[in-house]
Each structure stands twice: as C-alpha cells, then as structure tokens.
C-alpha cells in the first residue's frame, strides 16, 4: 500500500487545542491529540462578574507544539515525513495587541500578568459601551453605515469594541500595542517566523465579519471614521492591514524552528487562518442551503449562498457575509448564540454550589461529571406540555438576531413543585428556541434553509439537547461523524494550499467523514412548541423592553 499524504488541522477552542493528523486520500484521521489550556483552566485573568475573559498566549503556544507532535506520535511511523500541510482555525473575535515585531505583549516581562495585554477572548464582553458608540455613529447619517454588511447591528464579541475599550482604559497598554492582531492571524506568522504587523496575511472570515473590513470601501473603515469614534483611534489604520485572503491561500512554510519543535519539514505549508465555526462547516461538509450549527460552549451558525450577481442582498440582524469567508468564492453568512452549553455549565455549577464548601475536590470532579447526565435522563420524561417554565437564553447576551450584549436570561413560571429536571429542560427549550429565533431571522428575509447539519460537543454527547433543538425546528439534524470537524475543515484547507485537491469543494468530497445519525423532529412535540415559542418570543420582547 502507498504511504499516505497528510496534513495538519489545529483546532483552538475555548477550553483546548486539538491537533489532527489527516490522509488527504480519505479522510481518516491517523493521529489526534487535545490540549487544555493550563492557565485558562486555573480560571486566570478571567472576571466573569466584569464579563472579561482573557486567554494567555503562553496557553496557545504550549498547546500547538504538545497537541502537534501527540498527534504525530499516535500516527504510524511513516506519517511524520508525509505531511505537507498545516491549517489553524480559532476563537473569534480574539484579537491581541502587538509590539512593533509582532510579539504579543503579554510575552513581555512588563505586561506578563496584564489581562488586557492578553488575548480578548470572543466572550469578552467589556467592550459593551464602545460597541454602542460604533452602531450610534454609523447609523447617524453622518457617515456611511459600516454595519450593514455585519446585519446593521456591531458587536462588544468584535475586534473595534475590544480593542478600542483597552486602548481607553489601559494607557500603558495602549501606548506600548503597535498594531493588533487577531488569534487565526497571529499563529500561522508565529508559525512561518514573520510576525511583522504589515507583513500578516490577515483572514478575510476574520476581517469581513468581525473588524467591519469590505472591500466596498477599500478595506477597513477610513481614518475619518475612526478618529471621529475615539481620538485613540487615529493612524492606527495603517498599522493594520488592507488586504484579506481567504484560507486556502498559503501564509508561508514552517519557519526552522517550529519545525524542529514539531518534527517535521521546512516546506510543510502553513495556511492563512480562519475562525473555528467556519473550518467546521467545511469539515462538516456545509453546502448552499445547508445550515452549519457548531455546539458548543455557544453556538455559531454558518450558511453558504452563489455571490450575487447584481446587488448583494443585505440580510439584517446576522453576524455578517462575507465573500470566500466559509468556501472560497461563495458568500458566508453567519449567526450564532453567545451561550449555548454554557447555560447548561452554569446550571449545574450553581447546583453544585453548596459541594464546593463541602466537598473534596474529586468529589466536586465526579459530580460536575454525572450531574448533567442525571438532569436530562428526568428532563427527557418531562413531556414539552407539562413544563410551564418559560426561559430566555440570553445569559451570555444575544448575538443573533440583532446582537445586544447587555441582555440578561430570565426564567419566569416556577413555582414550590419546580425542580431541578424541569427547570434543566426550560433551559434546554430556551437554547432550542434561540436556535429557531436564528432559523427565522435567516428564512424571513428570504434565505433559503434546506436542511440542518451540527457538530460540536453538545451536537455529538447531548442526545436529549438534540432532540429537542429538532422538534422546536421542525427540521430533520444531521450530526456529523467526525469527533473532531472544526480541525478536520481545517485539515481540508491545508489539502488545498498544498495543492494535494484543487478546491475546497474537491477536499470535502475525498476527505468528508460524513453522518452519524440523524435527529428526526417528533410531529407531537413539534405543534406543542409552536405555541410556547410564541410565549418564548413574547417573554423576551417584555424583558428586553422593560430593560432588565
């Protein structure tokens, strides 16, 4: 049998880095490996209360070479000399600020241990007052509207609102940051060896959907623009870039000493990077019509459409579209909600509070590990029209549709009979209408939806979440075998810059892992939710009128 072809798809999420190694020729995965974050894990940096999390580079670099040369380990011996690809896909908005060499900061003994030296991770929602200002100017009429490629609304999740609240309330930093970079730019330079600010091939899926970057306009938004936002802001453009590439461009070749730290060759090809939900659509074989769902910690919904022809249709209240951002000369659109698991990580740890004071520390472990288990084992025999508890899925804010970070959850019906279990599966049913909420707003304007796929750790190990996402749906949802889909879509692009397939759609073909399983929607459950999406939707209209 011929040695296989390889390639590398790297994978940062929230908690871990996950490495895969893959044969372009099928697909299979030969090696894999997970990193979690050691820093990140020890909750550092991080104010929840203050809704600022910050990830340290520190974590991001440990967590590329040991999660690497795992997986090369795990693969047959002939594996190493075969790879001729690395693809990296991250968070987003993550963005970092940069000295004049490109170094992070934070990788200076003087910002060691500042948080706002660090990455802003896209959870990070202490830019909420500077997102307000950025929509205020750009619907004044005074100026063109920025937005309106991003759905009319900008986000605190966002590269301006982040970088531009550091900048206000950090001088040190902001005298010392050069220029900024996002997380999917910063680590195929790191990789290459050219970390020069002007020199960063930066991500078009980065630029168009997170820092208001179209080419309509020549790129980012004019200095005028921007001065007239903050004074801070002026001249900076410059020291950020103009041009965009999507991710089957090559940023370069492994530099000597990452490939000696990984063990592998100079002329590997090293990718321009991406955001993770959109690699994963790729990896879980997203095409026109076909609605992506990345579940996880939050939700990122991805759709493909032909690039118009005459005037693009502009689709409000989404989280942009952008040309090659998803696939390479197709329109992305995306969407998502800015918690999805971690509703359900929040209602076990509040549960779980009292054994925090009580209990050891492997205890706390086991039962953080069984307790939503045992929650939906008795939600799932809590039939939909039993439970009158009605929740919003807004604790994390809403990004989709129409992002507004200052929202709040809510939970309304309890009453003394309330219990654990059925205020789990409100909770549940909130997540799934806040998914629905996305269908909506995408169908209502006229896009087409013609089926659902999902991956992710809530779409692959949550078969009671599934099912009720598919019921409020209304749609059939096909669960993508792939454990790991995000490094796989990853891994296709890599194929493609080292021109192992000719297009991403070849790639796909040859190196899609397929479906699992398919979640069909019970025609029962189904009509009973329709009317308790409606007091869904009535619920939040109040909370989100009256404020609170």
Same mark, same amino acid.
């Given at each position: 049998?011929?040695?296989?072809?390889?390639?590398?798809?790297?994978?940062?999420?929230?908690?871990?880095?996950?490495?895969?190694?893959?044969?372009?020729?099928?697909?299979?995965?030969?090696?894999?490996?997970?990193?979690?974050?050691?820093?990140?894990?020890?909750?550092?940096?991080?104010?929840?209360?203050?809704?600022?999390?910050?990830?340290? =580079?520190?974590?991001?670099?440990?967590?590329?070479?040991?999660? +690497?040369?795992?997986?090369?380990?795990?693969?047959?011996?002939?594996?190493?000399?075969?790879?001729?690809?690395?693809? #990296?896909?991250?968070?987003?908005?993550?963005?970092?600020?940069?000295?004049?060499?490109?170094?992070?900061?934070?990788?200076?003994?003087?910002?060691?241990?500042?948080?706002?030296?660090?990455?802003?991770?896209?959870?990070?929602?202490?830019?909420?007052?500077?997102?307000?200002?950025?929509?205020?100017?750009?619907?004044?009429?005074?100026?063109?509207?920025?937005?309106?490629?991003?759905?009319?609304?900008?986000?605190?999740?966002?590269?301006?609102?982040?970088?531009?609240?550091?900048?206000?309330?950090?001088?040190? #930093?902001?005298?010392?940051?050069?220029?900024?970079?996002?997380?999917?730019?910063?680590?195929?330079?790191?990789?290459?060896?050219?970390?020069?600010?002007?020199?960063?091939?930066?991500?078009?899926?980065?630029?168009?959907?997170?820092?208001?970057?179209?080419?309509?306009?020549?790129?980012? =938004? =004019?200095?005028?623009?921007?001065?007239?936002?903050?004074?801070?802001?002026?001249?900076?453009?410059? *020291?950020?870039?103009?041009?965009?590439?999507?991710?089957?461009?090559?940023?370069?070749?492994?530099?000597?000493?990452?490939?000696?730290?990984?063990?592998?060759?100079?002329?590997?090809? +090293?990718?321009?990077?991406?955001?993770?939900?959109?690699?994963?659509?790729?990896?879980?074989?997203?095409?026109?019509?076909?609605?992506? &769902?990345?579940?996880?910690?939050?939700?990122?919904?991805?759709?493909?459409?032909?690039?118009?022809?005459? &005037?693009?249709?502009?689709?409000?209240?989404?989280?942009?579209?952008?040309?090659?951002?998803?696939?390479?000369?197709?329109?992305?659109?995306?969407?998502?909600?800015?918690?999805?698991?971690?509703?359900?990580?929040?209602?076990?740890?509040?549960?779980?509070?009292?054994?925090?004071?009580?209990?050891?520390?492997?205890?706390?472990?086991?039962?953080?590990?069984?307790?939503?288990?045992?929650?939906?084992?008795?939600?799932?025999?809590?039939?939909?029209?039993?439970?009158?508890?009605?929740?919003?899925?807004?604790?994390?804010?809403? *990004?989709? =549709?129409?992002?507004?970070?200052?929202?709040?959850?809510?939970?309304?019906?309890?009453?003394?009979?309330?219990?654990?279990?059925? +205020?789990?599966?409100?909770?549940?049913?909130?997540?799934?209408?806040?998914?629905?909420?996305?269908?909506?707003?995408?169908?209502?304007?006229?896009?087409?939806?013609?089926? #659902?796929?999902?991956?992710?750790?809530?779409?692959?190990?949550?078969?009671?979440?599934?099912?009720?996402?598919?019921?409020?749906?209304?749609?059939?949802?096909?669960?993508?075998?792939?454990?790991?889909?995000?490094?796989?879509?990853?891994?296709?692009?890599?194929?493609?810059?080292? &021109?192992?397939?000719?297009?991403?759609?070849?790639?796909?073909?040859?190196?899609?892992?397929?479906?699992?399983?398919?979640?069909?929607?019970?025609?029962?459950?189904? &009509?009973?939710?329709?009317? +308790?999406?409606?007091?869904?939707?009535?619920?939040?209209?109040?909370?989100?009128?009256?404020?609170?």
């Amino acid at each position: 049998m011929n040695s296989p072809t390889c390639v590398i798809g790297v994978d940062y999420g929230t908690d871990s880095v996950r490495s895969v190694v893959v044969d372009t020729r099928t697909g299979e995965t030969m090696g894999s490996a997970v990193h979690e974050y050691s820093r990140w894990k020890a909750e550092l940096f991080c104010d929840p209360a203050k809704n600022r999390f910050r990830q340290h =580079p520190l974590d991001y670099i440990e967590g590329l070479e040991r999660s +690497v040369t795992r997986a090369l380990s795990r693969c047959p011996a002939n594996v190493r000399k075969s790879v001729r690809g690395i693809a #990296v896909d991250t968070t987003g908005s993550t963005p970092i600020a940069v000295d004049r060499s490109g170094a992070p900061l934070s990788l200076l003994p003087e910002f060691a241990f500042d948080p706002d030296a660090m990455f802003v991770l896209w959870k990070d929602h202490t830019g909420i007052t500077e997102a307000a200002e950025i929509n205020d100017l750009a619907h004044s009429g005074g100026v063109p509207d920025y937005t309106k490629y991003c759905g009319g609304v900008y986000s605190s999740e966002w590269f301006w609102s982040k970088i531009l609240h550091i900048m206000r309330t950090n001088r040190r #930093v902001a005298k010392a940051a050069y220029s900024w970079v996002e997380h999917c730019d910063w680590l195929p330079a790191l990789l290459i060896g050219n970390t020069d600010p002007p020199g960063i091939k930066r991500s078009r899926c980065a630029a168009g959907h997170k820092a208001l970057w179209h080419a309509s306009w020549g790129g980012l =938004p =004019p200095d005028a623009f921007l001065r007239r936002l903050d004074k801070r802001l002026a001249g900076l453009r410059p *020291r950020l870039y103009a041009d965009t590439f999507t991710s089957n461009i090559p940023a370069g070749t492994l530099c000597a000493e990452w490939a000696r730290r990984l063990g592998l060759d100079t002329q590997v090809v +090293v990718n321009v990077g991406a955001f993770d939900a959109h690699m994963g659509a790729v990896g879980g074989q997203i095409g026109p019509g076909i609605l992506s &769902k990345v579940m996880g910690t939050s939700t990122c919904d991805m759709l493909v459409a032909p690039l118009p022809r005459g &005037k693009e249709k502009l689709i409000r209240g989404i989280c942009g579209q952008v040309d090659g951002s998803i696939i390479p000369g197709m329109l992305g659109l995306e969407a998502g909600q800015s918690a999805f698991g971690d509703i359900y990580a929040w209602f076990r740890n509040l549960l779980l509070w009292p054994a925090g004071e009580f209990a050891s520390e492997k205890q706390k472990a086991e039962w953080s590990h069984a307790v939503l288990d045992r929650l939906a084992r008795h939600a799932a025999k809590i039939g939909p029209a039993q439970n009158r508890i009605i929740a919003l899925d807004w604790m994390n804010g809403r *990004r989709t =549709p129409f992002a507004n970070q200052e929202l709040a959850g809510a939970i309304a019906g309890i009453n003394l009979g309330s219990d654990a279990p059925a +205020v789990y599966r409100a909770l549940v049913e909130a997540t799934a209408f806040g998914a629905k909420k996305i269908v909506d707003c995408f169908t209502s304007q006229g896009v087409e939806i013609k089926g #659902v796929i999902a991956l992710g750790g809530i779409a692959k190990k949550s078969p009671f979440v599934m099912q009720v996402v598919a019921d409020v749906l209304g749609m059939p949802i096909r669960i993508a075998r792939s454990d790991q889909a995000c490094a796989l879509g990853a891994a296709m692009f890599a194929a493609v810059a080292a &021109k192992i397939h000719r297009t991403v759609g070849v790639a796909q073909k040859a190196m899609g892992n397929g479906f699992e399983k398919t979640y069909i929607p019970d025609p029962c459950n189904a &009509k009973i939710y329709k009317p +308790v999406y409606k007091k869904y939707c009535d619920f939040g209209m109040m909370i989100e009128k009256a404020g609170l």
